[in-house]
Structures are given as C-alpha cells and as structure tokens.
C-alpha cells in the first residue's frame, strides 16, 4: 500500500485529535495535513500564500461547520475546480439533517458521515473510510 496524503479541514481541536489519534491507532503512514477553515483549505489546495509547496492530498476529510466559508461553500468550490473536482471529498460531521446531507450530495460530495461521539466507533468509522479510500482506491502514481 502506499502512502496516501489527507487534508482534515476541521476546526475543532478535539475532533482533529480524535482524527488523527484514529488513524494512528491503525498504524497507517498516511501523511495528514490539518487546516481549520475554509479559506485556509483552498490556499492548501490551490498552494497559495504559505501553501506554496504543499503537496496535493488524495483525499479530504471535512466538516460542515467551519467558520467563516462553511463545508457546503468549500465542496463546491473544489467540485467546480477542475484542477480539484477528482479529489474524493467526505464530508464528516456532526449534523444528520437531511437538507445538509441532500446538499452535500447536490454538491457530489463522494461520502457523507456523521460522526460518532464515541472514541471505539468514531475509530470504526476511521477504518471504514481507510478501507475504501486508503486500501483500495487507486491514485495516479504523478502528483499534479
């Protein structure tokens, strides 16, 4: 397996820990990359500003809540950029509403989840997103 490259755009401190905690229970040598906002993130993706050699991630993780520009703006700016519309985007969050979960779809995200508040399931869920999209979903061996 290689090494994939994810960008966690959350800005809660304990759900980034838990995230990242998750992930290193699995012992995965998968870099992780953590931005707190959506402004942030598209300088991230679009290597602006302090981003200039940042490498481009092969999946992103994302909550809706964020602030300034929210989940939802930030899906569709990348699912219009034709430089980032192939990056599987889950959106990984606290809500279950339905027009949140519908929009998000409207918007192609590639996986909708809500977040378990339990450390053993939110781990589970972890697994679940590294069994898809880390094992078994290839990605161009060059970067862009």
């Known amino acids: 397996m290689n090494e994939v490259h994810i960008l966690l755009v959350e800005d809660n401190e304990g759900d980034i820990i838990l ?3 998750a992930f290193k229970d699995m012992q995965l040598e998968n870099k992780i990359s953590v931005v707190r906002d959506g402004e942030e993130a598209l300088c991230f993706l679009r290597k602006q500003d302090s981003y200039s050699d940042a490498a481009t991630p092969q999946l992103i ?19 219009k950029d034709p430089e980032l519309k192939e990056i599987p985007v889950v959106m990984l969050t606290s809500s279950a509403a339905d027009e ?31 069994a898809f999209y880390v094992s078994f979903v290839p990605y161009p061996k060059s970067g862009r």
């Open 100 to 130: 949140d979960i519908s929009e998000c779809y409207d918007k192609h995200v590639n996986w909708y989840i809500t977040k378990p508040i339990d450390f053993d399931k939110y781990t589970k869920v972890m697994h679940e997103i590294e």
């Open 61 to 79: 993780l994302m909550d809706i809540n964020l602030p300034g520009m929210d989940g939802k703006e930030l899906l569709e700016m990348i699912k």
């Open 19 to 21: 995230t990242t905690e």
